[in-house]
């Protein structure tokens, strides 16, 4: 296998938080405003159910199309010069992105351990990084 050069667990988590700061910007803020302006139906806060389910399917798009995108990466990743590859450190597919995704939710229910792991794998590997054959690899 090729050397590579991993990223460590906090240049992830710091990525992650930059995306979160973007994603809110860019989404949440605008839904936000709108909910203002449009008022509940009887009761309901229709706006509010729509605006959740908005951010989570955007999110999920996003992450996915992003991983797999030429960029290999959310704008988090970029900003910070890293990188997600396969194995032997090329573009992943959007299967791979999906299986990278949903396995991150996976990674987070036993305690987080799964995403923790990162921390004292060989090659930086989170529990959702394993399940779709994955690397985070600086630039």
Known sequence: MPEFNYASFQIRV???????????CLFYIP?????L?????????IMNFMKDFGALIASIIYEILMNASRWQGSL??????IKITNLEGERITISQSCYRYFGM???AIPLGYGLLR?????????LHDYIADTLVLKR
């Not at 710091?14 to 809110?24: E, N």
């Not at 839904?31 to 909910?35: E, H, K, Q």
């Not at 302006?37 to 806060?45: A, C, F, N, R, T």
């Open 37 to 45: 302006l449009v008022p509940s139906i009887e009761g309901h806060d």
């Open 118 to 126: 990162m921390i004292w794998s060989e090659q930086s590997q989170g």
């Open 76 to 81: 988090g990743k970029i900003i910070l010069g």
């Open 31 to 35: 839904l936000y405003l709108l909910g």
């Open 14 to 24: 710091a990525a992650q938080l930059i995306d979160g700061i973007i994603f809110s």
């Open 105 to 107: 939710i996976l990674a």
